[in-house]
């Protein structure tokens, strides 16, 4: 399995704004400006997302542990979930979450998701 590839971090052009001052979110948004040196992709300015970056298609979107996730709703559903990670789904219920976690620590599943003491 190969392993996901990195990619430097895409800040957004002039995020500081002003004297310093937040502007902007960190989230990604495209320089569109006529005179932007990101735009124009000068050097200095750091690196903008482009194809070259993307993974694979066998390993995208795959867990960083190169298993596939496997979204569970109820305890039933770890049964297909063998040799991958069983994602618990964010509307199951605490009485609910607890059973899966305990069936998939049984049957040696690992599990992703919050959990609940």
Known sequence: MAEKKTHPYFNVPNYRGKHGKMRVSGKWRKPKG??????????????????????????????????????????????????????????????????IQAKAKEMKVRTKGRSVS
């Open 34 to 99: 006529v005179d932007n040196k990101k735009r124009i992709r000068k050097a200095s300015h750091g690196a903008c997302p482009r194809v070259g970056y993307g993974n694979p298609p066998s390993i995208r979107g795959r867990h960083p542990s190169g298993l596939e996730e496997f979204l569970v709703h109820r305890p039933e559903d770890l049964e297909s979930a063998k040799g991958k990670i069983a994602v618990i789904s964010s509307s199951v219920g605490k009485r609910k979450r607890l059973l």
